[in-house]
Structures are given as C-alpha cells and as structure tokens.
C-alpha cells in the first residue's frame, strides 16, 4: 500500500518545520469502532474529528480522543455559539478537502481561508503523542503534540484549548 500523492505536500509542510512524524498504513477504516484495530499496534493517543457547523455557518473541528463522549446537540453551550450540526460531506470537502471518515486536523492545511476554528481537547494535548489520519482513512500518522500545536500555529488558525470531559453532558444551568 502506498499513499496517495495529495498526501505529499502535508509530509512536506510538517518536515519543513522540522516535524518528525511516523506513519502506519492499515485497510481503509470509516469509524472510530474500525479503527480500534490499530490501536494496539500503534502507540499514543487516538483521536476523533468532528467537523461541526453552527446556526450562523462558522465551522468548527473539534479533536479529542476517540473514546471521549460528545453530545453535538449539548456542545454548541460549551463553544459560546447556536445550535451546531454536522458539516456536509460537500462543505467538508470544499474546506479542508477530505472525505468523510479522514477527518483530520491535517486537513486545515487545505483551509487558506481559515473559515474553521479548531477545538483541542486538553487531555489529548496533556498526551505525548497523538495519531490521526494523514489526509486519507488508510493511515495513521502519530505526532507529538506540542508539534501538532507548532503546526496549526503555522497555519494561522484559531486554536482553542478545552476541557471537553463534559462535552458529553449537558452545562450545568446558572
């Protein structure tokens, strides 16, 4: 199995800022629950994206670990915005031109414009090392943290550190 080439000019970025990262190639996986068959192979955290759009159309990309619970209809509370849903697989790939199921925030070098603002659980980023998707779901590529940081600073994007534990639940009312 090989990369595709689009995946090229995301290995490029990362080594020209002196990002060393490792990559494992696997069988395509779709779902947090398929990729659960990496994890043992592949040390570090593993991660969810969720590309989410609020009442008013600005964009979010929310990473967290893959077992952290997120309740879409409770987090817009959590952000300070309306209502969010998920971004359509058209928007998806217009923005950060991805699929869905590659997910991935490496795709926000695709996001000139930077229309998404990026959400990063704090306990994932208490973590050494993390792994996502490299542009594609038939690979993983682990990162240390402090160099994912290091890249989306590179790329200018809105970065917002959260404590996302009770994202899964409902705010607590005033």
Same mark, same amino acid.
């Given at each position: 199995?090989?990369?595709?080439?689009?995946? !090229?000019?995301?290995?490029?970025?990362? %080594?020209?800022?002196?990002?060393?990262?490792?990559?494992? #190639?696997?069988?395509?996986?779709?779902?947090?629950?398929?990729?659960?068959?990496?994890?043992?192979? *592949?040390?570090?955290?593993?991660?969810?994206? $969720?590309?989410?759009?609020?009442?008013?159309?600005? $964009? @979010?990309?929310?990473?967290?670990?893959? !077992?952290?619970?997120?309740?879409?209809?409770? $987090?817009?509370?959590?952000?300070?915005?309306? +209502?969010?849903?998920?971004?359509?697989?058209?928007?998806?790939?217009?923005?950060?031109?991805?699929?869905?199921? =590659?997910?991935?925030? @490496?795709?926000?070098?695709?996001?000139? #414009?930077?229309?998404?603002?990026? *959400? $990063? !659980? =704090?306990?994932?980023?208490? %973590?050494?090392?993390?792994?996502?998707?490299?542009?594609?779901?038939?690979? /993983? /590529?682990?990162? +240390?943290?402090?160099?994912?940081?290091? @890249?989306?600073? =590179?790329?200018?994007?809105?970065?917002?550190?959260?404590?996302?534990?009770?994202?899964? %639940?409902?705010?607590?009312?005033?």
């Amino acid at each position: 199995m090989t990369l595709p080439a689009h995946t !090229d000019s995301l290995f490029a970025c990362l %080594a020209g800022l002196g990002i060393e990262t490792s990559t494992v #190639e696997h069988p395509a996986v779709f779902t947090v629950e398929e990729a659960k068959a990496t994890h043992d192979t *592949i040390p570090g955290v593993h991660c969810k994206n $969720l590309f989410l759009k609020d009442a008013k159309g600005a $964009l @979010f990309l929310v990473v967290c670990p893959h !077992d952290r619970d997120i309740a879409v209809n409770h $987090l817009h509370k959590h952000l300070g915005c309306k +209502r969010l849903s998920f971004g359509k697989p058209d928007l998806l790939m217009e923005v950060l031109r991805v699929e869905p199921g =590659s997910v991935t925030p @490496f795709a926000l070098i695709h996001d000139a #414009e930077r229309r998404v603002t990026v *959400i $990063l !659980d =704090s306990a994932m980023m208490a %973590a050494p090392v993390a792994n996502y998707h490299p542009l594609v779901n038939t690979a /993983t /590529t682990s990162i +240390r943290t402090a160099d994912l940081r290091l @890249f989306l600073d =590179s790329l200018g994007h809105e970065v917002r550190d959260m404590d996302l534990t009770a994202a899964g %639940a409902a705010p607590p009312t005033p």
